[in-house]
Nanobody, 123 residues
Framework: QVQVAESGGGSVQAGGSLRLSCVTSGRPYSSHALAWFRQAPGKEREFVAG????????RYADSVKGRFTMSKNSAENTVYLQMNSLKPDDMAIYYC????????????????WGQGTQVTVSS
């Protein structure tokens, strides 16, 4: 089991930056993937970025490529989501999640979820 907990949300103006953190309950195995999803009011939860714990390659949604960066700190069992050039369309609750296997884009593939952290972007 790799439970997760997010932090770091907040309110920024368009063009601003935020960094989200996701701490895992234990050290993930190499077989685990961690991912970020987001959900805006009235919309389905959508994939943002994901990576295997033992791999530096990150999969991004097209909507965030070039603006968001997912990274990890293995010593602290933490992954991050650096969000730059934020747009009003990025406003949502952001969730961290984990699963055994490769990072996929479907929320239903992930077993463990954090409580979510709100990101608000004003124009």
């Amino acid at each position: 089991q790799v439970q997760v907990a997010e932090s770091g949300g907040g309110s920024v103006q368009a063009g601003g930056s935020l960094r989200l953190s996701c701490v895992t309950s234990g050290r993930p195995y190499s077989s685990h993937a961690l991912a970020w999803f987001r959900q805006a009011p009235g919309k389905e939860r959508e994939f943002v970025a994901g990576m295997r714990w033992n791999d530096r390659n990150v999969r991004y949604a097209d909507s965030v490529k070039g603006r968001f960066t997912m990274s990890k700190n293995s010593a602290e069992n933490t992954v991050y989501l650096q969000m730059n050039s934020l747009k009003p369309d990025d406003m949502a609750i952001y969730y961290c999640s984990s699963r055994v296997g490769a990072p996929t884009t479907s929320a239903s593939d992930y077993r463990y979820w954090g409580q979510g952290t709100q990101v608000t972007v004003s124009s």
